[in-house]
């Protein structure tokens, strides 16, 4: 295989004297989609944060396309590649969708390049929606749409990797399915996706490989179709018990 575009080496997270992450390591190589699943509180958003540079680490390392990003803030991580989608979208609810689009692209020098124009094309024929309400308010959209801006305004940035945090948090499942789909066929284009969720259902039927994440340690990890018959996999993260043979 060829070498990660991600390694998170060891990591380590601290807020004040808890660790929220303890001793992680994790791997994504080019093309791939990996989940990262886990419960509520197990760790996974820390430790995408703590990768993505919105947290700085206390211990181990973050390598990005081989380079040691360990102590690099989240802006010079986008200029890389590295780009995230944070849990609750953190939009900028008073600007219209076109000016959310627009700052996606800051790195790019805005829409003002061919690039970024032709990326902007791009992005409002994969979310058509966004295209009826480019000049609406961000904050007046429904919970959906607004993931959609969210997820379109990271492709913005043109990302090597882009790091999804917590996708189905507050959508319906109607939604949900067919955001899943968007990602889906985004890697299959060529998209690296590292897809953080709680739903471990939706995660591990788009990703090649994934990771669980338990009480700040990875407690599981393999191809995505194996750790979804996993017995303990399939209790504790999918909701359903192992039948007996």
């Given amino acids: 295989m060829s070498e990660a575009l991600l ?7 601290r807020y004040g004297a ?3 992450v303890r001793d992680i390591s994790l791997q994504v190589h080019p093309g791939q989609l ?20 919105l947290v700085r680490p206390s211990g181990g ?16 991580k986008v200029a890389r590649g590295l780009v995230m989608v944070p849990e609750g979208r953190l939009l900028f609810p008073g600007q219209t969708v076109e000016d959310n689009l627009i700052l996606g692209a800051y790195v790019h ?5 061919p690039r970024s124009k032709a990326t902007l094309q791009r992005v409002l024929e994969l979310f058509p929606r966004l295209r009826e309400r480019l000049h609406q308010q961000a904050g007046s959209m429904s919970g959906g749409e607004q993931q959609m ?9 043109e990302p090597e990797l882009l790091v999804i945090d917590e996708l189905s948090l507050g959508l319906a499942p109607k939604i949900v399915d067919q955001l899943i789909g968007v990602l889906a066929d985004l890697n299959r284009t060529g998209l690296t996706i590292l897809l ?15 990771y669980v994440v338990a009480n700040g340690r990875i407690s599981h990890h393999g191809p995505s179709a194996e750790l979804a018959r996993d017995p303990e996999v399939m209790e504790a993260f999918l909701g359903r018990k ?3 043979a």
């Fill in 61 to 76: 390392q973050v390598i990005f396309r081989g380079e040691d990003t360990t102590r690099l803030p989240a802006n010079k």
């Fill in 149 to 157: 801006l969210a997820i379109a305004r990271g492709l913005m940035a």
């Fill in 242 to 244: 192992k039948t007996a």
């Fill in 196 to 210: 953080v969720e709680q739903l471990a259902s939706y995660a591990l039927a788009i990703a090649h490989t994934a």
């Fill in 18 to 20: 808890a660790v929220a």
């Fill in 109 to 113: 020098g805005g829409i003002k390049t």
């Fill in 7 to 13: 390694d998170i080496r060891n990591l380590e997270l």
């Fill in 34 to 53: 990996v989940a990262v699943i886990g419960n509520n509180g197990a760790g996974k958003s820390s430790m995408v944060r703590g990768a993505t540079g």
